[in-house]
């Protein structure tokens, strides 16, 4: 069973966007599939790169086009992104050191803070960008 499923819920009402946003929570699928197999020490580290890496890409996409449409809510939001990266990253790092991280409390932790990030700000913005004519 999956810990996120996608739904029209999780939809911000901009492809791009719902494709990153799918391919995120498949990543998230991933890692608890593998947590739940007993092997998810063996493909953290791997699973994490990727994760870091498309967050990376993927939160730079929305600020571009935040910035480049004047996004009144854009400092907020990549607040938002920034903190999510250092805790990401300070998960990796702990998990390099040798330090036990993936958790039920991290899977739960990464499962909450995408779901409410999706459906509390990145819903704004998909408002925003459709009054824009951007679907």
């Known amino acids: ?3 996120i499923t996608w739904s029209d819920s999780l939809s911000v009402k901009v492809k791009q966007f719902d494709d990153q946003h799918k391919k995120l929570v498949d990543m998230v699928n991933q890692l608890f599939d ?5 092997k998810g ?3 953290m580290g791997d699973i ?3 994760l ?3 967050t990376q890409t993927h939160f730079a996409a929305e600020e571009r086009l935040m910035a480049q449409h004047a996004y009144p809510d854009y400092e907020a939001h990549k607040k938002e992104h920034n903190a999510l990266v ?5 998960l990796q790092k702990q998990f390099q050191e040798g330090k036990a991280v993936l ?3 991290v899977m739960t932790f990464l499962r909450d803070w995408l779901s409410k990030h999706i459906q509390g700000d990145d819903r704004k913005y998909g408002v925003f960008f459709n009054g824009k004519g951007i679907s």
């Open 48 to 50: 994490l790169k990727q």
């Open 34 to 38: 593998a947590m739940k197999s007993g």
């Open 1 to 3: 069973m999956a810990l």
């Open 86 to 90: 250092m805790q990401v990253l300070d």
């Open 41 to 43: 020490n063996q493909v």
């Open 103 to 105: 958790t039920q409390n």
């Open 52 to 54: 870091i890496a498309y």
